[in-house]
């Protein structure tokens, strides 16, 4: 059973920064394209950034581009999200994801099987 635990939101102004984190258990990931999605209220869940296994491999959502970095250590089972210079639009939850298939990757929330809780991130203006 995969299972993801997302840490790290909470409020911070505008132009401020926050580490998100993603403790992952159940399976070794090492294979695995890695993901953080974000969904605001009344919005559909957007993709953000996803990095290969090998965390050698990213990409980036283009409202997110020069801000966030997206990193992880599978030695720790763990994935990052590094926010910084945030806005308040990036208000929303934020959610990592596994994908369903080894070394595959995608943008699309159906391409990733496994979720986390999500965190909430609030930027004030």
């Known amino acids: 059973q995969v299972q993801l635990v997302e840490s790290g939101g909470g409020l911070v102004q505008a132009g401020g920064s926050l580490r998100l984190s993603c403790a992952a258990s159940?399976?070794?990931?090492?294979?695995?394209?890695m993901g953080w999605f974000r969904q605001a209220p009344g919005k559909e869940r957007e993709f953000v950034a996803v990095?290969?296994?090998?965390?050698?491999?990213?990409y980036y959502a283009d409202f997110v581009k020069g801000r966030f970095t997206i990193s992880r250590d599978n030695a720790k089972n763990t994935m990052y999200l590094q926010m910084n210079s945030l806005k308040p639009e990036d208000t929303a939850v934020y959610y990592c994801?596994?994908?369903?298939?080894?070394?595959?990757?995608?943008?699309?929330?159906?391409?990733?099987?496994?979720w986390g809780q999500g965190t909430q991130v609030t930027v004030s203006s």
């Open positions: 994801a596994v994908h369903r298939y080894p070394y595959r990757t995608g943008t699309m929330p159906a391409d990733f099987g496994s």
């Open positions: 159940g399976r070794t990931f090492s294979s695995y394209f």
């Open positions: 990095l290969s296994g090998s965390g050698g491999r990213t």
